[in-house]
């Protein structure tokens, strides 16, 4: 699949009219490690709002301080202006309970907030220029949580659509919109139960990747199955399972959980499907199944993931060294997620897989949006100072 993927990349390197939109960030540099100050910073995501005040130290340290405001349903669907309206209302509690002053605060901002439901996983830039500062041989930034998106450098000589100037040696970070990949769905080996979780979705034939990769999906894939199996195999054993019917009641969190419940009785699978969905008498084998589609529908997210990182890496020609920073909930807490994706790294690229570090980065799009600020605001920085392993495409 790799080199489907890098083709897709590369196409929309060229144009806007492709399913992979690869938008230029205009982010002409990554940190050195070396800048310092205070900034206010925003995260808004597609469940919370992060309001951090980040204190970068120089010598890749941070510090911060934050609080999470979970987004109310009537909020996201309410206009522009009630959503401004509580980020303005956020920002004021937080400055209240820090006693921290409005004055001559600088601001990064990051927005993943849906826009018309089609991405939710964008800002990832963020991620990946948070792990820079601390690491220089960061190139690529994943986001894994709510939905699922991947930016990363390219030489500006490789960005045909590019009109803007194109110093030599110049580079800029590629927000490539990955979610959407395949909307034509060509190329996923796409599943009756994908189509299902697309179509009953609030905006059909869009982000079809992130539909089979991203949290807010993988717990509802399982719904279908398990509704599927329920009804044409008996699964369950004839216990009633009418709350399965519910749209968005398998969470992905279930999915965690299910994997990790080692017992020899499934005890907490069994836990689940009684406490949330009533479903009683279930055997051994009944949550043996359960568990079983659980494991199948989490090793595939990974492994798609993986192929997608892996043809950025091929993309930019990185495989003898480079560091991917991933932020999201289901990286930091789905099990055996990056284990799945070494495994998988490893029958595409063989040793290479060795030379690829996966790094765990918290609230990127927080602390990167007080970088991005940082960095514009001294502007000094070249861009990737401390490149060791520089290797011009
Ligand atoms: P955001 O995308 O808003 O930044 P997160 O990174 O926290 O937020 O991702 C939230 C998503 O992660 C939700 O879709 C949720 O279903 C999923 N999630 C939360 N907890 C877990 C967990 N323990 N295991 C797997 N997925 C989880
Ligand atoms: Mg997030």
Redesign the pocket.
């Known amino acids: 699949m790799w080199f489907l993927v890098c083709s897709k990349l590369k196409k929309g390197l060229t144009s806007d009219e492709y399913d992979l939109k690869m938008i230029p960030s205009y982010i002409q540099f990554l940190p050195t490690g070396e800048e310092t100050g205070t900034y206010l910073a925003l995260d808004l995501?597609?469940?919370?709002l992060r309001v951090c005040q980040v204190y970068l130290k120089g010598k890749g340290v941070i510090k911060m301080k934050q609080k999470k405001f979970k987004i109310s349903d009537e909020i996201k669907k309410a206009s522009g202006t009630h959503l401004f309206d509580f980020v303005a209302d956020c920002i004021k509690i937080f400055l209240d309970e820090y006693n921290l002053s409005n004055d001559n605060l600088k601001m990064g901002f990051t927005f993943?907030f849906p826009v018309e439901q089609k991405s939710?996983g964008s800002d990832t830039v963020g991620t990946l220029i948070l792990q820079a500062y601390r690491d220089a041989q960061t190139r690529i930034g994943v986001?894994l949580?709510?939905?699922t998106n991947a930016a990363y450098v390219e030489n500006l000589k490789n960005i045909p659509k590019w009109k803007g100037q194109v110093p030599e040696g110049g580079k800029m970070i590629i927000n490539t919109e990955w979610g959407a990949f395949d909307n034509g769905k060509k190329i996923l080996p796409i599943t009756e139960y994908d189509n299902l979780v697309d179509s009953s979705s609030v905006a059909p034939n869009s982000q079809v990747f992130e539909k089979m990769v991203?949290?807010?999906y993988l717990?509802e894939i399982v719904r279908f199955i398990l509704l599927d199996l329920a009804k044409k195999y008996n699964l369950f054993g004839g216990s009633s399972f009418h709350l399965l019917e519910k749209k968005w009641s398998f969470?992905?969190?279930f999915?965690?959980r299910i994997e990790r419940d080692h017992s020899t009785d499934l005890i907490d699978t069994k836990t689940i499907l009684e406490n949330f969905f009533q479903i009683y008498n279930t055997s051994l084998t009944d949550r043996e199944y359960v568990k079983e589609i659980c494991e199948l529908v989490g090793i595939r997210a990974a492994r798609l993931t993986l192929a997608g990182i892996a043809s950025i890496l091929i993309l930019i020609n990185r495989l003898d060294g480079c560091t991917v920073a991933i932020?999201?909930?289901?990286f930091e807490?789905?099990p055996h997620f990056t284990s799945r994706m070494r495994d998988a790294l490893l029958e595409l690229v063989g040793i290479s897989a060795e030379n690829i570090v996966f790094e765990q980065v918290r609230d990127g799009s927080g602390q990167g949006a007080a970088l991005v600020a940082a960095c514009c605001d001294t502007l000094k920085t070249p861009f990737v100072p401390k490149d060791v392993h520089k290797k011009e495409i």
Do not use: K, R
Not at 45 to 48: E, K, L, R, V
Not at 327 to 330: E, P
């Open positions: 995501g597609g469940t919370n993943s939710i986001i949580g709510t939905g991203s949290g807010m717990g969470e992905t969190s999915l965690s932020d999201g909930s289901v807490h789905y």
